[in-house]
């Protein structure tokens, strides 16, 4: 027995032994794990499934052991993602911290920031979120104007920065910060850590159209941050922003933008709409489900492929860009047609007479508004790909 497959046979024993049954079945939005200094489980199943998995170090399985993680090879992690999924297995906790910010940590932090950090982040103790967009600096995020004053052993933060997701909920923030105002936009940037606590903190949720607040705004008024809580280099925050953006558009666009589960767009139309001759009744949206399922094939191909890049070269690219471009479509795309499918139930907001996964599509539909949106709206995503990855020159 190879040495890969004497770690699989492991990795099985151990999944059949401490990933409960109820971590088996689909996740509802209700039992989404974030984690954080005072973390919420609906489902007492899983807390259990988040410790278990913490204490193998295998929610961020290939982050050295001596920050928490998983110490696992590529080739180790591969198995690991086959047995999790073979077992239907959740998620053990979503986080921006170990999707985003964990891997720049990694990359830029100190020894002591990574000691710092990183470990909270596998455990599920900390919930992070990103001050990124600004009201002035959204598509040109270089824009932004939240200025960082040195003031001896700490910088002193004023400004604001809006779309902070889950920022009400949230225990520490990455923030670009101005620290030079009179460097040219991509240069005088820096990144700070600091704790949500920090007196001057204000956060304000706001409602979208569909009725969620998963977006606020973030108000600084002489937040003070220590010194070592800067990651990078003091001014040179510009390449840490783009590498953080890189790893969060191939995030989103793997997950699908965080859809939890929900109806089937092919079994929920068959179920609407009605067979003939054992097809879809409707032809013109047979048709187009058939083009879109043929989509999702094809992104889901595309992702395997950079997920092997990556694998293989130890990078995330600029073609995360194409990807955040293509899942933005695609979710848009699936939910439109879902709502098309379910007829007078696609259009229903309250009330008894709707099912909960039809107002559930509805609430869907108008959320994936935003995924052109946040992560890098497409037209700025297109621009990228026009110039980093096929190499196109200017307009003159």
Not at 259 to 264: C, D, I, M, P, Y
């Amino acid at each position: 027995m190879s040495d890969l497959d004497a770690f699989r046979a492991e990795t099985r024993a151990w999944l059949e032994a401490n990933c409960p049954a109820s971590m088996r079945t689909p996740m509802p939005d209700r039992e989404v794990v974030w984690g954080g200094r005072n973390p919420h489980f609906s489902n007492p199943d899983s807390k259990v499934w988040l410790e278990a998995m913490a204490s193998r170090g295998w929610t961020a399985p290939l982050w050295p052991k001596a920050y928490g993680g998983g110490g696992l090879s590529n080739a180790q992690n591969a198995v690991l993602q086959d047995e999790l999924k073979r077992i239907k297995a959740r998620p053990a906790i979503l986080s921006f911290g170990i999707w985003m910010f964990g891997p720049v940590i990694l990359e830029y932090g100190t020894e002591e920031q990574k000691l710092t950090y990183l470990p909270d982040m596998v455990h599920g103790r900390t919930w992070w979120c990103q001050g990124y967009s600004e009201p002035g600096a959204g598509s040109d995020l270089a824009g932004l104007q939240t200025r960082a004053v040195d003031d001896g052993d700490a910088f002193i933060v004023n400004g604001q920065k809006v779309w902070t997701s889950y920022a009400n909920h949230a225990d520490w923030m990455l923030c670009l910060v101005r620290t030079n105002p009179d460097a040219p936009k991509h240069e005088g940037i820096s990144v700070l850590l600091f704790d949500m606590k920090t007196p001057g903190v204000e956060v304000r949720p706001i409602k979208l159209i569909s009725g969620a607040s998963p977006f606020c705004e973030t108000f600084l008024t002489d937040v003070r941050v220590p010194k070592p809580q800067m990651l990078g280099t003091l001014n040179k925050g510009w390449d840490v922003a783009k590498r953080i953006l890189q790893y969060e558009r191939t995030n989103i666009s793997a997950s699908g933008f965080g859809g939890g589960a929900g109806l089937e767009l092919v079994a929920a139309a068959k179920e609407q709409i009605g067979l003939v001759d054992g097809v879809l009744a409707d032809r013109d949206l047979r048709s187009r489900i058939t083009r879109q399922k043929m989509y999702e094939r094809a992104f889901n191909l595309s992702m395997k492929r950079a997920a092997d890049e990556a694998k293989a070269g130890g990078e995330v690219s600029h073609y995360a860009s194409v990807l955040k471009i293509a899942a933005a479509k695609l979710n848009q795309d699936k939910t439109e047609l879902m709502v098309e499918a379910l007829g007078m139930d696609g259009l229903g907001w309250e009330g008894d007479g709707y099912d909960a996964g039809a107002l559930k599509a509805t609430r869907d539909w108008l959320r994936a508004k935003a995924n052109s949106i946040e992560g890098g709206t497409s037209e700025v995503n297109l621009n990228i790909v026009a110039k980093r990855v096929l190499g196109l020159r200017d307009h003159q």
